[in-house]
């Protein structure tokens, strides 16, 4: 496809109208219309973006022979039957994060995609950060030895979403980010949450999960938090690594720290003795791009190369079935649930 890719942005609440600056700035992507049910954001949207077509129902957009491909920006619980939708008219999709809730849902719009030949891709926008991409290529370089653990704090005050809960909303991305660095769906989940704020969607949740080979994984999230945090720990038997996203310098340190069990002989029996060792802190360099821009790039070159995004079908299908699970946790309190 050589001539240019037309965009429809449906959704234009908080996070819609970057998509629309990112597509305006490529040179080969247009947004021809935009669709809100919201009088005030298709107001707001027609003063920033004057020559763009404003539609208050999206059912125009998905019927618009000159649009491409859509984005789909809406609240979560929308995402299933918009994306529906969109693949059975013609239209290539970038949906948010996260597809939907259900796992049948998920490989239903994944069977779809392939059916018509349409390019469905998720908002995994930290797959897309340069810190993330930078840890996924020092422990595919080897130098880690075995992951054992990996333990992620994601809070701030708000935004509270009315129709997910923050593991539904947040932890999406740690998932996203665990099963990409370790290339594997954890086998079980347990979740613990609270409901402080509206009853029956929790605002603070507590989730464990175990990896293969014995990898343990920790999620904190909350939207009810005095303190904006995107960090994750990582602890290998060779080395360690932290991650702060919001130390844009270095977000990323490595630390030449560790452990060992030595096993020694004395007069009086075997002793277990563990040595440790504490060498250099190192902070490699992380080249800044904007994370948006990359994965909304990688979307378009799917779209020309008709090559769909590597990590779809099962990538999205292992993310969702462990959302679906730590859902079914929540709701049993922490029961451990196995991820079949
Ligand atoms: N990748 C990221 O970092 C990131 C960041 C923020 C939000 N998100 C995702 O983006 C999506 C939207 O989040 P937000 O913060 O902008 O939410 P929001 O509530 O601010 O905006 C959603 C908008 O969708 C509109 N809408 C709802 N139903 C519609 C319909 N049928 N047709 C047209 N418009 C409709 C609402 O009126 C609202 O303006 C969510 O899925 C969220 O998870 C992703």
Redesign the pocket.
């Known amino acids: 496809m050589n001539e240019k890719i037309n965009i429809g942005v ?7 109208p970057n998509h629309i600056r990112v597509f305006n700035n490529f040179h080969d992507t247009k947004v021809l219309a935009v ?4 009088p005030e ?1 298709l107001r707001r949207a027609a003063d920033l973006f004057p020559s763009i077509q404003i539609e208050s129902d ?1 059912k125009n957009i998905l019927k618009c022979k000159d649009i491409h491909a859509v984005i789909i ?4 619980s ?2 299933y039957q ?1 994306t529906k939708e969109a693949i059975l008219a013609g239209k290539h999709v970038l949906c ?3 597809l939907c809730q259900s796992s049948k849902q998920a490989s239903e719009l994944i069977k779809l995609s392939k059916e018509r030949k349409i390019i469905l891709m998720i ?1 995994y ?1 930290f797959l897309y950060n340069s810190g993330i991409k930078k840890i996924k290529t020092l422990l595919d370089e080897g130098d880690f030895g075995d992951i054992y653990y990996l333990s992620s704090t994601r809070t701030n005050l708000g ?1 509270v979403r009315k129709d997910v809960n923050a593991a539904i ?1 947040l932890a999406v ?1 740690d998932i996203s980010i665990f099963n990409w660095l370790l290339e594997s769906v954890p086998y079980y989940v347990s979740a613990h949450g609270a409901s402080y704020l509206q009853s029956g969607i929790q605002d603070v949740v507590f989730i464990n999960l175990r990896y293969p080979n014995n990898v343990l994984a920790n999620i904190e999230v909350s939207w009810l938090n005095p303190k904006k945090a995107r960090q994750m720990t990582l602890v290998a038997n060779k080395k360690m690594l932290t991650w702060d996203d919001l130390n844009l310098n270095s977000p990323v340190a490595i630390y030449d720290k560790g452990a060992n069990v030595v096993s020694t002989s004395a007069d009086y029996g075997n002793f277990l003795h563990i040595s440790m060792w504490e060498g250099d802190v190192r902070l490699p360099k992380v080249e800044v791009e904007e994370p ?1 821009k990359s994965q909304n790039y990688h979307f378009i070159q799917s779209i020309k190369s008709k090559e769909p995004v590597f990590w779809e079908d099962k990538f999205t299908y292992g993310v969702t079935k462990v959302l679906e699970s730590i859902n079914r946790s929540l709701n049993e309190y922490g029961k451990l649930v196995e991820i079949a």
């Open positions: 449906i959704g234009l609440g908080h996070w819609g669709s809100d049910i919201n954001c999206y920006a809406t609240p979560t929308t995402h918009l948010e994060k996260p908002g926008i935004p909303d991305h948006l």
